[in-house]
């Protein structure tokens, strides 16, 4: 079941789950839709080298580490925007944490994490595989951001670039091992 706008907020001030640095908390304005919460973009980028051969073997665990090796870290600021440019992907996070913990009480969350239309229609796709926050996971939201539009695309820290959807989990989860969990940058490492 998706939650509504006014119900993401009684979970929230119930500590059920939680998004930290969240824009706002009237849900009649921004960064509310009726059944999700807009986040924004944090001001770290990874732009992968382009250099040497590298072919990407999944069957070798660590892709975190592979980004974390062969990709370049940029600060990203109002006066110094990121211009992403047809073709090409980044990885970025979320300015906003979020947590959703295996409540003992039963009443589990996880959600998933969409793009925004706005965005879309420039050609611009945000988090477009795997877009389920699982249950258990605490930690800012990598986004794959790829630029498939006709021109320069700007991702300026704390616009919005993607929105939240929260949904209640059935039954209360077991705990499985998270590679993700705790990541503070966008390569998926802690």
Do not use: Y
Request: glycine share 8%; proline share 7%; with cysteine.
């Amino acid at each position: 079941m998706v939650l509504s706008n006014v119900e993401i907020l009684r979970c929230i001030n119930a500590d059920l789950f939680s998004i930290e640095h969240l824009a706002g908390t009237d849900p009649t304005r921004s960064p509310f839709n009726t059944s999700a919460v807009d986040l924004r973009l944090g001001n770290e980028i990874l732009l992968p080298d382009e250099a040497g051969p590298v072919q990407l073997d999944l069957r070798n665990p660590g892709i975190a580490q592979f980004w974390a090796t062969h990709s370049r870290k940029i600060i990203i600021t109002e006066n110094q925007p990121f211009s992403l440019t047809p073709g090409k992907l980044v990885l970025a996070k979320t300015l906003e944490k979020v947590n959703f913990p295996i409540n003992d009480s039963g009443e589990c969350f996880c959600a998933r994490v969409e793009g925004r239309s706005s965005l879309a229609r420039c050609g611009i796709l945000v988090h477009f595989t795997a877009p389920t926050i699982h249950t258990g996971f605490e930690g800012t939201i990598t986004l794959e951001i790829i630029n498939l539009g006709t021109h320069n695309f700007l991702l300026i820290p704390e616009m919005f670039v993607c929105q939240l959807i929260v949904e209640e989990v059935k039954g209360c989860p077991v705990s499985t091992p998270n590679q993700f969990s705790g990541q503070t940058n966008p390569a998926g490492t802690v």
